[in-house]
């Protein structure tokens, strides 16, 4: 259940090819959430949030080509290093395609920030939504089980993250 902030600067694409993208958009993050892009339930709860910026400055100057900034934001644990690469990759391709140019073109002025939101600060429907409840909601009890191993996971890999640099510090003093 993605959430997109799209930062497109006005007159960068046509209207087709916008919808185009935000389709594709939601597609390729529902997919790295690891649900199916063509359930309507997930679709349903899949929101791009539009933002129009009337000029972008580069190095002090208005940009002379369009800047994308692109946020996809999904409960902690559904990203990998693995899957933040190749979102981001993906994600960029689209833009490419969307603007009708090659990804090696246009990679400099398309930024991706894939973010999670700590579980227990998904707030949704009135109340916090915790990933084994939300995937429970798209897929029963085999969903809820993927997303407390998710989080599991996630949780042993700050774990891990924080002990070696702890230890790297410990070194270095």
Same mark, same amino acid.
Do not use: C
């Given at each position: 259940m993605p959430m997109i902030d799209v930062f497109i600067p006005e007159d960068a694409l046509s209207a087709d090819s916008e919808a185009s993208l935000m389709r594709e958009l939601t597609d390729i993050l529902i997919a790295h959430e690891g649900l199916d892009p063509s359930n309507e339930r997930v679709r349903d709860v899949s929101w791009i949030f539009v933002h129009r910026p009337a000029v972008v400055y580069r190095a002090g100057k208005p940009a002379p080509a369009p800047i994308y900034r692109i946020v996809p934001? @999904?409960?902690? =644990? !559904?990203? #990998?290093?693995?899957?933040?690469?190749? &979102?981001?990759?993906? @994600? #960029? %391709?689209? @833009? %490419?395609?969307?603007?009708?140019?090659?990804?090696?073109?246009?990679?400099?002025?398309?930024? @991706? $920030? /894939? #973010?999670?939101?700590?579980?227990?600060?998904?707030?949704?429907? =009135? =109340?916090?939504?915790?990933? /084994?409840?939300?995937?429970?909601? $798209?897929?029963?009890?085999?969903?809820?089980?993927?997303?407390? !191993?998710?989080?599991?996971?996630?949780?042993?890999?700050?774990?891990?993250?924080? &002990?070696?640099? %702890?230890?790297?510090? &410990?070194? &270095? =003093?």
């Open positions: 934001t @999904v409960p902690e =644990g !559904q990203y #990998t290093g693995e899957a933040r690469a190749s &979102l981001v990759k993906e @994600v #960029t %391709a689209a @833009v %490419a395609r969307a603007e009708g140019t090659s990804s090696d073109e246009i990679a400099r002025r398309v930024w @991706v $920030f /894939p #973010t999670e939101i700590r579980d227990g600060s998904w707030g949704a429907r =009135g =109340g916090i939504r915790h990933l /084994p409840e939300i995937m429970e909601s $798209f897929g029963g009890e085999a969903l809820k089980a993927i997303g407390k !191993q998710r989080l599991q996971n996630k949780r042993r890999s700050d774990a891990v993250e924080i &002990l070696e640099a %702890a230890v790297q510090s &410990l070194r &270095l =003093g």
